[in-house]
């Protein structure tokens, strides 16, 4: 049985033991989302000019990395739950904001495919950029971009190498000396890469 209970503009629904989603009972919040993603895609960004050699500081990443996560998230979910419901239109015939018929094998399966949706979009937001000489949202709102050190770099595996970084900071930025001098931390060395600091 589900029990659908009103907070504000969301709905949260219990769906038996040990499973409780919470959804916007509006769109607003994920209209607001799809925008912020297409801005993060589209948005056009001044040709940078190289700042000299200047390292660029951890704190710098980090604070990049943690809008990055903002607009993903926001961008990411929003793209996600409206292919969610518009496949649940499709097959059921109905559109609903609420996820009142969880359980069901074939909603299920739907959400499981939006996982892997969501993550292929979360990797190609922190792929493609460099890739094609572009800073993310947070690199660019931080002054810096990510650019090829050696002949054949390694953009693809940078995002996984990045995310094992930021999630074990505290394990390896004691002994990451090489890093602390140049701004070249490991999992830059790994990729060959490398970030500059910029000017727009």
């Given at each position: 049985m589900?029990?659908a209970?009103?907070?504000?503009?969301?709905?949260?629904?219990?769906?038996?033991l040990?499973?409780?989603?919470?959804?916007?009972?509006?769109?607003?919040?994920?209209?607001?989302?799809?925008?912020?993603?297409?801005?993060?895609?589209?948005?056009?960004?001044?040709k940078?000019?190289?700042?000299?050699?200047?390292?660029?500081?951890?704190?710098r990443?980090?604070?990049?990395a943690?809008?990055?996560?903002?607009?993903?998230?926001?961008?990411?979910?929003?793209?996600?739950?409206?292919?969610q419901?518009?496949?649940?239109?499709?097959?059921?015939?109905?559109w609903s904001?609420?996820?009142?018929?969880?359980?069901?094998?074939?909603?299920?399966?739907?959400?499981s495919?939006?996982?892997?949706?969501?993550?292929?979009?979360?990797y190609?937001?922190?792929?493609?950029?460099?890739?094609?000489?572009?800073?993310?949202?947070?690199?660019?709102?931080?002054?810096?971009?990510?650019?090829?050190?050696?002949h054949?770099?390694?953009?693809?595996l940078?995002?996984?190498?990045?995310?094992?970084?930021?999630?074990?900071?505290?394990?390896?930025?004691?002994?990451?000396?090489?890093g602390?001098?140049e701004?070249?931390?490991?999992?830059?060395?790994?990729?060959?890469t490398?970030?500059?600091?910029?000017t727009?």
């Amino acid at each position: 049985m589900v029990i659908a209970v009103e907070h504000s503009t969301f709905v949260a629904i219990e769906c038996g033991l040990g499973c409780s989603k919470t959804e916007p009972k509006e769109p607003y919040f994920m209209f607001c989302g799809l925008l912020l993603g297409v801005f993060a895609v589209v948005f056009p960004q001044i040709k940078p000019v190289l700042k000299g050699r200047r390292r660029v500081e951890l704190w710098r990443r980090a604070a990049a990395a943690l809008i990055d996560i903002q607009v993903v998230l926001g961008g990411v979910m929003s793209v996600t739950i409206l292919l969610q419901h518009a496949a649940l239109y499709v097959i059921f015939g109905s559109w609903s904001w609420s996820n009142s018929g969880a359980g069901d094998p074939t909603i299920n399966w739907i959400y499981s495919v939006g996982a892997v949706v969501a993550f292929t979009l979360i990797y190609a937001y922190f792929w493609l950029p460099s890739k094609r000489s572009r800073a993310t949202v947070g690199q660019y709102i931080m002054g810096f971009q990510i650019v090829s050190d050696s002949h054949s770099p390694k953009f693809g595996l940078r995002p996984l190498l990045s995310y094992i970084a930021f999630t074990s900071v505290m394990f390896w930025c004691w002994f990451d000396s090489d890093g602390a001098i140049e701004g070249r931390h490991w999992w830059d060395r790994a990729s060959g890469t490398r970030p500059i600091m910029v000017t727009a």
